[in-house]
């Protein structure tokens, strides 16, 4: 029996999906897709929702638009591939906060270019060459993404994928208590000398 009722439940709740019109006792017109049982409701037929699939460009590659031909095919324009180091999984010792993010660009840009660095969505660094030092990183992942700019005209290249990190750093705690520790060795090492 509760194998009939959910089934019947389940045919007949598309064919109550809509949407229905109804002016209440203020005089105002509503709209709803759950009409109530002591209004009169006028069904309404809403014209057919266009969709279209998501855009997603393919990689990290750009065609410079007005670039030189190549000899291989006709209308070939050059292609950039961005790679960003540190590559993405990599984990990191940075006891300092600090590391080098860099781009490697294939092939060479003939113009010259400048390059974002972002981290964590933010941009932390701008940069006249292909790389840069990222500071203040604490322990933990981060993401990290490049996005490369002509000069002249601050045309987007293009951005590189993210690449996700970890950072290993020594915990404060824990270089504090082996600062103390360094001192009370010092000086029981001194009390052992006094007592020759």
């Known amino acids: 029996m509760k194998y009939i009722l959910i089934s019947i439940a389940l045919i007949c709740t598309p064919a109550l999906a809509g949407v229905y019109k109804y002016i209440d006792e203020n005089g105002n017109v509503v709209f709803t897709d759950a009409p109530p049982v002591e209004q009169k409701t006028e069904e309404v037929e809403l ?10 460009p393919s990689g990290s590659t750009y065609s410079a638009p007005g670039a030189k031909k190549s000899g291989k ?34 092939p060479a840009p003939e113009i010259p270019i400048m390059v974002n660095f972002y981290l964590d969505g933010a941009l932390v660094a701008e940069s006249d060459s292909t790389s840069a030092v990222l500071t203040g990183l604490d322990r933990g992942s981060h993401s990290i993404e ?17 690449s996700n990190i970890i950072i290993l750093r020594a915990s404060v705690l824990r270089r504090q208590l082996q600062e ?6 010092q000086f029981a090492f001194q009390g052992i000398n006094r007592s020759r």
């Not at 591939?81 to 993010?101: K, V, Y």
């Not at 000069?151 to 590189?160: D, P």
């Not at 103390?180 to 060795?185: P, T």
């Open 146 to 162: 490049a996005e490369l700019i002509a000069s002249e005209t601050g045309m987007i290249l293009g951005r590189t994928a993210p």
């Open 73 to 106: 095919r006709s209308g070939a324009q050059p292609r950039f591939d961005f790679s960003l180091s540190p590559e993405d999984g990599a984990t990191i010792r940075a006891n300092g906060g600090q590391i080098t993010a860099s781009v490697n660009i294939t």
């Open 180 to 185: 103390k520790q360094r001192q009370n060795n």
């Open 47 to 56: 014209p057919e929702l266009q969709t279209s699939e998501k855009y997603r």
